[in-house]
């Protein structure tokens, strides 16, 4: 298993393709797991190693927005319940 992506939190992840922990796999909507879900298959099932390492970096990019959605969804929940 691997540590979720998530900056500051060491929990594991669910499984060898997961990229979240199940705390913060639930924050993310349904389309962003799936997404970030295919992505990582991917690169761990491109045959050639830089296409593995494109992808690789691809999932990177998009693991770091959604982490700014789940964050900016967050903050907003936390200030219309302040």
């Given amino acids: 298993m691997s540590v979720c992506r998530f900056p500051a939190?060491?929990?594991?992840t669910g499984g060898r393709d997961a990229v979240?922990?199940?705390d913060h796999h639930f924050a993310c909507t349904r389309a962003e797991a799936g997404f970030l879900l295919r992505i990582s298959i991917s690169a761990r099932r491109a045959e050639s190693p830089a296409d593995r390492e494109h992808l690789r970096e691809q999932l990177n990019g998009y693991v770091a927005q959604t982490v700014r959605k789940i964050q900016e969804r967050q903050d907003k929940g936390a200030s219309s319940v302040a």
Avoid at 9 to 12: A, D, G, H, I
């Fill in 20 to 22: 979240f922990c199940a």
């Fill in 9 to 12: 939190c060491e929990s594991e």
